[in-house]
């Protein structure tokens, strides 16, 4: 299935008008490399033991707020899944005889695609990280990085 064919509407899902205007800016401070180019390629959720390695690249500014991140062992990576449809409010995710709604799933297809995973980093090598437990698509843009728990101890 290509990915104007996931776009279509399934039995029992509502698309709603998405509003005109934006109520907030953000920055893209990086972007996420993985090996899938295809929204059905990409895994349900990150496999953060067993899933392929995945790279974030840090744009500058930003790369000087890595500082100690290689004493973590774990992130919580937010990104912005910038190809997800934005307008369901009502989803059908498996084709099934009814509707779910949009914030009762972990779907891409929301308002604000915004991602959230926990990966397992295994490497920092200047403004890139290697990380295992993504699944997004290539080039995704980065909104953030945190600890997985606040600060070290």
């Known amino acids: 299935m290509n990915d104007a064919a996931a776009d279509a509407l399934r039995p029992h899902e509502l698309a709603v008008q998405t509003p005109q ?23 349900h959720r990150g496999d953060a033991e067993n899933g392929p390695d995945c790279r974030i690249e840090l744009f500058e500014p930003w790369a000087p707020g890595l500082t100690g991140v290689e004493a973590r062992e774990r992130l919580q990576i937010l990104y912005w899944m910038d190809r997800a449809r934005r307008d369901l409010v009502l989803q059908n995710p498996k084709f099934g005889d009814s509707a779910t709604g949009t914030f009762s799933l972990r779907s891409p297809v929301r308002p604000n695609p915004i991602a959230s995973s926990v990966v397992r980093l295994l490497a920092v090598d200047g403004p890139v990280l290697t990380v295992r437990g993504l699944d997004c698509l290539d080039g995704t843009p980065l909104l953030d990085i945190k600890a997985e728990f606040g600060a070290l101890p």
């Open 21 to 43: 205007r934006f109520d907030a800016q953000l920055w893209f401070i990086g972007r996420i490399r993985t090996p899938w180019t295809q929204r059905k390629d990409c895994p």
